[in-house]
């Protein structure tokens, strides 16, 4: 199923439709000022590694081009949130985008591999197997919805966070309302956990949590402290259960305009920005992890990995279904000894 078609039957093209032609509004003027400046959006604050990374790619086209392409890069959710802004990057509205993969995964589901949980060993293993043709493959699978997949960016492991107690085992989390990425296999590991899954916004986590809409979440070390959750929800337990990656992505529409050469210097520069994202993401890692634990955040690890990994089994069940999803898991896991 096409995104746009997807979109539209929640009932959000109407929506997404008014985004666009907004953005598309941002996109001209932009164009005024710098003949072909690509418009991209990023729900992270400007300081964040997923966003400099992508600095660093508008400065490599700049100086391999000689300023004739470059990158306009509006962040902190300035043009809407992940979903509507992934809507907007398939009409056309956007040229670039900056989006974790949940939102993909209704659509396509090869995009649910790397977000099976416990599936990477570790934050290397998930550089190995998405540096090698699997991650080309996933970008690929992306084309025929509209969009062209130009490289990972990390997001590290994510871990659980809450309001009320450590979590120490499945049975701690029992009842708690977490929330969740729009996405149906996050749901659906948080409820097999015993836990109450909540899809909604990043950017309405904050809230949620001090009006008790919420009782929890789970998200790396820099969107714990990015987003100032740590405020309000000090239980921050090391489950490492899911290392995925976030992903730049190309409205299929504007790289149809782009000649080959371009083509290539666009995904050359892409693929030239995550080394400078991995350097910048570990160091992120490490000053909030610091940042935190100064302020006083509890932290602890989980009792045992091997239950958690249990309980979350029958989602793999669930969601790797096809030939291609077995191939590729099997593949990655070839991969979690090698190096």
Known sequence: MRIAEHFAREGLSRRGILLAGAAAGVLTACGARTGRAFLSSDTHP?????????????????????????????AGGQLGSERDTLEITVFGGLDMNRVNLAPLNAIEPVTTIPALPFLFRSNEHMRRAL?????????????????????????????????????????????????????????????????DATPMSIAEVYQALVQGVIDGAENNWPSYESGRHFEVASYYSLSHHVIAPEV???????????????????????KDSVPFMRANWDAAVDAARTKLLAAGVKVN?????????????????????????????????AMAEEG
């Open 46 to 74: 400007a300081d964040y590694p997923t966003v400099t990374a992508v600095d660093e790619m508008a400065r490599l086209l700049r100086e391999r081009t000689d300023g004739r392409l470059d990158i306009k890069t509006y």
């Open 131 to 195: 540096d090698s043709s699997i991650g080309d493959e996933i970008l690929a699978s992306l084309t025929k919805h509209g969009l062209i997949g130009l490289c990972f960016y990390d997001s590290g492991d994510r871990n659980f966070y809450n309001t009320k107690r450590p979590i120490y085992t499945p049975a701690d989390m029992k009842g708690m309302k977490i929330r969740v990425p729009n996405s149906d296999l996050y749901v659906s590991m948080i409820k097999a956990l015993g836990a």
């Open 248 to 270: 730049l992505v190309m409205s299929k529409r504007r790289w149809d305009k782009l000649d080959k050469a371009d083509q290539e210097r666009v995904r050359q520069a892409a």
């Open 301 to 333: 690890e989980i009792a045992d990995p091997v239950a958690f990994a249990a309980a979350m089994r029958p989602v793999w069940d669930k969601y790797v279904v096809s030939d291609d999803q077995k191939r590729l898991v099997k593949q990655i896991e």
